[in-house]
Every structure is written in C-alpha cells, then in structure tokens.
Nanobody, 126 residues
Framework: QVQLVESGGGSVEAGGSLRLSCTASGYTLSSACLGWLRQAPGKDREGVAVLKRGGSTNYADSVEGRFTISRDDAKNTLYLQMDNLQPEDTALYYC????????????????????WGQGSQVTVSS
C-alpha cells in the first residue's frame, strides 16, 4: 500500500520560512514526477512546484524565487522549502506523485494514477 505522509506545516509571520516534507512508503519517489499543490479557502487548487524524474523543476510565478522543490532519494522524501512567506501563501498544501509523469503545474485535478499526501496547513500572518 502506497502512502505519502506530509509534515512541516504550521503558522509563521510574513517573511518567515517553513519546510514541508512528504515521505513515501510502498513506493519509490524517484520513479515518479512529483509536485506540490495548494488550495486556499474559497479559491481553486493551484500547482505550486513540479519536479520531473530527470531533476528539472517548474514553479508557479507567484512562488518563483521563494520556494524550492527537492527530493532526498535516501530518505524517499520530497520537500518544499518555502522562504519569504507571504499571507497570500496561506493554504492547505498537498504533495503528489505521478508514476506516469504527465504532471504539470496545470494538472490541478490530478489523475487516477496519482498518489496524494494528506495535506498540510500553512498559515502566514501579516
């Protein structure tokens, strides 16, 4: 059984940093394309960052230069380092793994083949 378990969410003041982690069991993350998505109250889900198998990355314009997606194969864990957080970053953040590697920033609805984390709340106060 595949599980993605997230950790690292919390509350910070604007300008602060958080690191989200997404640890997999039953599946090797390096064999998939990986991503972080978020959904704020009353807003549509949006793609935040994508990490392809080969290591290339894509970021939403709103987080470019502030967020970094990375993977630790030894720990089978995906990370999202979030720096200079702003109140508009407040959302529920989800990690996702796409074994078929069709994931893009626009793939906000996911697919039947994806694995999902349980979600981590990030709250940024001004």
């Amino acid at each position: 059984q595949v599980q993605l378990v997230e950790s690292g969410g919390g509350s910070v003041e604007a300008g602060g940093s958080l690191r989200l982690s997404c640890t997999a069991s039953g599946y090797t993350l390096s064999s998939a394309c990986l991503g972080w998505l978020r959904q704020a109250p009353g807003k549509d889900r949006e793609g935040v960052a994508v990490l392809k198998r080969g290591g290339s990355t894509n970021y939403a314009d709103s987080v470019e230069g502030r967020f970094t997606i990375s993977r630790d194969d030894a720990k089978n864990t995906l990370y999202l380092q979030m720096d200079n957080l702003q109140p508009e970053d407040t959302a529920l953040y989800y990690c996702a793994a796409d074994p078929l590697c069709f994931m893009t920033l626009g793939s906000v609805s996911g697919s039947w083949s994806w694995y999902w984390g349980q979600g981590s709340q990030v709250t940024v106060s001004s």
